[in-house]
């Protein structure tokens, strides 16, 4: 991982502004091969699959808006945007972690199957979609506003925790049809959901000790990255939404 | 509940013949054979029958006949035996009915109504055990135009795949077959020169060192697509639908995830793998441009990334949309692609022949000026060299076999690879089963499979007086229908023979 220690005269710095996607992801590789291992990303406006193919823990900045599939397929990286991250952060992602001092768009995380995901404020539809584990690999995001419907829809492994930090007082959730179709993985949400918000393959318990020394790491590593303090989060109550069902859809067919 | 269900088949044993050996009784995985110790008598529960042939052909003494079970409800033109018997299954169970293989349905086969020219007097054929003939065909965009500079080719071109036969394997996952039968699969694609493909569960690492042949998947439920899986592949292919179920995910189900395709899928063992039916993140044609251009860009732009489509009623126009977003390869899959397992009122009802889908893409791409950006493969029901002939005559770049290449292993297309009890180890991954495939037998059974479909393919180019199929390639002059309307013959943009 990056040494804190790092000066300021090892980080590269690139100006993003008029590359294509093609052209940028290009010098990411070229500078990563050259051994570059912390690089910020000036002027981006908008280009696409942001740190893919690289295979290496390197830290990049991004300043300015990435496009869609940031992270996509990424192995390794360690990103920080700020700003506000697009549709498909973190597709099908493999290790590596990503913070977005912002927003992020519809199905953050889709399909992952490692790495970390932090968002500072909402996310879009389908958040967490078909999230899967394996192994010793275990995707997290953590959300600190909250999401729109089909919230860790198809969830198959991983963990999604939505803070709600934005609600104000005795507001719900946003989304509904929350982990329709789940059938792994857990959906840890502070703040209030009602039961109609729910698919109807989810149910809900309270945090066991386990889960909460859990959760309370992962909100600590939430806080720290924005300055919030975790103590002051993990104050309010939290909910544990888990599949009914191993298999949701076992009983459908005649042989 | 007593089922109403008759026996499908009636097993006869020639008890001058049986020796007792209980081959059958072994050989059965649908409990068929059973014998019985105390009369010295091989006894048969003719109602699990499923005529898939294994003990017929096992059967050292020949003692064996399968024969359909004559049913004789009263003529009814309307409701057929398999009609009737379809609904007595639902009632019994209440469930979706579920099938294997392709459409075996009536639909007209329209490779079985067009017929391809040879030479005659006018110009000569030409006898390809004496002369060179060529079926390597390159798979990938191909340029608008070249240019040549003093050192030579000017022109960038971007990942072609170079294949020594016109015919690849279909995508076929492990967990749908066994590894056995990848195995097979790959080491045949690799002695012949051609691909096989993962499907998208994933790649076993036993098989990475085929990866120079092997196309991989990448499916809606994203099994087993990481970097290394990318970087292997010679071809990535991303996975929209398929013949047999079009607009339909995948369910499979959990008792078929063990410890071994759990690996390849990278999720954990006995859960179900669910692919949802679409890919959550392509809504749109500028969606699937986005994910084709991720995979470019996970892969640097080293290697072709393709698109396999159902074969359905705007083919044509998602085709020329798909040629648009960046895909190299179009494959289309039509109404007799076959799977591992699909609700039968699906595969027997949805999509379009692939005869017509092929014709109607290749035309739309030529009208649009793009037909050189992409290759089209087709996939579901080619039979044999004639129907790769046609194919590539009505426009296609090369072909996908699947239901032939598991015939080739021993596969009788008994339809009951749902069940995952498929007495040839194909169908299955059950660890008694699938070494009922032997990797070393199977990739010599598929070789000499693509190896008499090149013979052949040479003999029929050099009778039309053609040394290259690339000559063949979307040349429908060489083909005439026979029993076609004017409609069909104008969509597959052939003449009545004899005209």
């Not at chain 2, 179900?272 to 699937?288: K, M, R």
Request: glycine content about 12%; hydrophobic content about 35%; charged content about 25%.
């Amino acid at each position: 991982m990056i040494s804190s220690s790092m000066t300021e005269s090892q980080t590269v710095k690139v100006d993003a502004r008029a590359l294509s996607h093609r052209e940028l992801n290009a010098k990411l590789r070229e500078l990563t091969s050259n051994g570059a291992n912390r690089i910020e990303l000036h002027n981006v406006y908008g280009q696409r699959y942001i740190g893919t193919d690289l295979g290496k823990p390197v830290r990049i900045d991004i300043f300015g808006t990435p496009g869609n599939d940031l992270g996509a397929f990424m192995h390794g990286p360690r990103i920080v945007v700020h700003g506000n991250a697009q549709d498909g952060c973190g597709n099908t992602m493999d290790d590596g972690e990503i913070t977005v001092h912002g927003h992020a768009g519809d199905i953050l995380g889709l399909s992952a199957r490692g790495g970390k995901i932090f968002i500072k404020e909402d996310v879009g539809y389908r958040a967490g979609i078909h999230m899967k584990e394996y192994q010793d690999k275990k995707p997290v995001a953590v959300i600190g506003g909250t999401a729109q419907d089909f919230l860790g829809e198809y969830m198959a492994g991983g963990i999604l925790v939505v803070l709600g930090l934005n609600l104000k007082e005795g507001e719900r959730h946003k989304a509904s049809f929350i982990g329709t179709g789940m059938h792994g993985g857990a959906i840890y949400v502070r703040g209030e959901v009602q039961p109609f918000q729910l698919g109807k393959e989810v149910g809900v318990v309270e945090l066991d000790e386990n889960d909460s020394s859990f959760l309370a790491e992962l909100v600590r590593e939430f806080a720290s990255r924005f300055n919030y303090k975790a103590e002051k989060i993990l104050q309010r109550k939290f909910a544990k939404l888990f599949p009914l069902y191993l298999r949701p859809y076992g009983r459908l067919y005649a042989y | 509940m007593k089922t109403y269900l008759p026996p499908r088949f009636v097993v006869e044993r020639d008890d001058s013949r049986c020796i007792r050996c209980e081959v059958c009784v072994n050989q059965c995985t649908f409990d068929v054979h059973a014998y019985d110790a105390q009369d010295d008598e091989i006894r048969s529960r003719e109602e699990n029958c499923v005529g898939c042939h294994r003990c017929v052909v096992f059967c050292p003494t020949e003692a064996l006949t399968i024969r359909r079970n004559p049913l004789d409800y009263r003529e009814n033109y309307n409701w057929r035996p398999e009609i009737i018997e379809d609904i007595i299954k639902q009632s019994e169970t209440g469930g979706v009915l579920l099938t294997g293989m392709g459409n075996d349905k009536s639909y007209r086969v329209y490779w079985d109504h067009l017929v391809l020219n040879a030479s005659q007097v006018t110009n000569p054929s030409i006898d390809p055990l004496r002369e060179p003939m060529e079926l390597t065909t390159y798979l990938g965009r191909k340029p608008d135009k070249l240019e040549f500079g003093p050192l030579g080719l000017k022109t960038d071109l971007t990942s072609q795949v170079k294949i020594e036969v016109p015919v690849m394997f279909s995508a076929m996952s492990y967990g749908a077959v066994s590894l056995n039968v990848q195995e097979s699969l790959a080491r045949a694609a690799t002695q012949m020169g051609t691909l096989w493909n993962t499907g998208e569960g994933g790649l076993h690492p036993k098989l990475c060192k085929y990866g120079g042949n092997t196309t991989v998947q990448v499916a809606s439920g994203r099994f087993g697509v990481h970097p290394q899986y990318l970087d292997i592949a010679r071809v990535v292919e991303i996975k929209i639908g398929q013949g047999a179920k079009p607009g339909i995910g995948g369910h499979l189900p959990g008792e078929k995830v063990s410890a071994e395709v759990a690996t390849t899928r990278m999720i954990p063992r006995g859960t179900d793998a669910l692919s949802p039916a679409p890919q959550h993140d392509i809504y749109s044609i500028e969606d699937l441009a986005q994910l084709v251009y991720a995979l470019k860009e996970a892969t640097n732009y080293t290697k072709p990334v393709g698109v396999k489509i159902a074969a359905v009623h705007n083919s044509a126009a998602i085709a020329s949309g798909m040629v648009r977003a960046g895909a190299d390869i179009v494959v289309l899959d039509g109404l007799r692609g076959a799977t591992g397992a699909a609700p039968k009122i699906i595969r027997d009802n949805v999509g379009i022949p692939i005869e017509l889908a092929l014709a109607s893409v290749d035309d739309r791409l030529r009208r649009e000026g793009i037909r050189n950006q992409a290759s089209v493969v087709i996939a579901g029901g080619i039979r044999n060299s004639g129907d790769v002939a046609k194919a590539i005559a009505l426009g296609a770049d090369a072909v996908y076999i699947g239901t032939a290449a598991l015939v080739a292993l021993g596969c009788t297309i008994c339809q009951q690879c749902h069940t995952g009890k498929c007495t040839w180890g194909i169908c299955t991954s059950d660890l008694r089963l699938t070494k009922r495939v032997n990797p070393d037998i199977g990739a010599r059974r598929l070789s000499n499979l693509l190896r008499g479909w090149s013979l052949e393919l040479k003999d029929i180019l050099g009778g039309m007086g053609i040394n290259a199929l690339e000559s063949l390639r979307g040349n429908r002059l060489h083909l005439r229908g026979v029993g076609l309307t004017d409609t069909e013959l104008e969509i597959l943009g052939v003449r009545m023979a004899g005209s």
